[in-house]
């Protein structure tokens, strides 16, 4: 098969396309031990190893977009941690423009991306090593534009079956990577993490809203009250409590009011 024409790239970031990977994101993490400072986006039409959050897997089949973009930065692991934010509302921005509207498009913590209350994208943020005092950090991106799995503890779906149209990685990727610069600079050069927790609560599905928040051995259940400084989910629980959540799935178990979108 021929290499898709990806168009134009934002200035200053390369893109590295495969047929086939194991995993967008394990390339990109041997890119970077190989001494690749990015910034690089690393797609594959399909991945053999697809990985999620928390040791899931990430179904990959050819016609949704797996990718991952490299970036060396000089950050401790907390301030990196944001960057999952930054990508997060990326990929909204970018779902907002394929869908034509933001009436049905929203965040749930911690980076996944709804269309129509149902999960299309998720972001998992991996870092491989410090060198020159820069930490190699990767941001994996799966984007379910035509397929998406059925088994889920957290109903998916795809862009093809809200909209009826299908995109192609090559439609999509250069729209994600220029939603990605603007986000990004806006981060780098904006109040700290301010300026990006604020946009990304004001997309939050769910706040102020009766939430349950999954660990592996527990439940946390409350009202979604915000983001803290670093990102951690803020669950009020009852006369005053509040406590703050660094990991976990959230859940809505009442359907989403429409304005929490
Ligand atoms: C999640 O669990 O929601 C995160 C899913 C992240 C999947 C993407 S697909 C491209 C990149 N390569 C991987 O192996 N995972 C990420």
């Known amino acids: 098969m021929s290499v898709p024409d990806f168009g134009h790239m934002p200035a200053g970031y390369n893109l590295l396309y495969r047929e086939t990977l194991d995993s967008t994101n394990e390339e990109a993490l041997r890119l970077g031990q190989a ?11 399909r991945q053999t190893a697809g990985r999620g959050r928390r040791g899931r897997a990430w179904t990959s089949p050819e016609g949704n977009l797996m990718t991952s973009l490299l970036l060396s930065l000089s950050v401790t692991p907390i301030v990196a941690a944001q960057l999952s934010f930054v990508a997060g509302l990326a990929v ?7 869908s034509r509207g933001k009436k049905n498009v929203g965040l ?44 889920t503890p957290y109903p998916a779906a795809s862009v093809a079956a809200f909209t009826g149209e299908i995109h192609s990685i090559s439609q999509v990727l250069p729209l994600l990577a220029h939603k990605f610069s603007v986000r990004f600079q806006e981060w780098i050069y904006g ?20 939430i349950e ?8 259940k409350g009202i979604f009250a915000g983001l803290d400084e670093q ?31």
């Open 35 to 45: 001494g690749e400072e990015g910034p690089l986006w690393v797609v594959a039409r």
């Open 92 to 98: 909204y921005d970018m779902i907002v423009e394929l």
């Open 108 to 151: 749930k913590w911690p980076n996944d991306v709804l269309l129509a209350d149902k999960k299309i994208a998720g972001i998992l943020l991996e870092a491989s090593g410090t060198a020159n005092k820069r930490m190699r950090l990767i941001i994996g991106i799966g984007i379910n534009l035509v397929h998406y799995p059925k088994d």
């Open 191 to 210: 109040e700290g993490f301010e300026t990006t927790r604020l946009a990304w609560l004001e997309r939050a599905a769910g706040v102020g809203e009766k």
């Open 213 to 220: 928040v999954r660990l592996p051995s527990t439940i946390h």
């Open 231 to 261: 990102g951690a989910l803020m669950l009020a629980q009852g006369r005053g409590r509040v406590c703050s959540i660094p990991a976990g799935d959230v859940f809505f178990p009442t359907p989403l009011k429409r304005d929490a979108l």
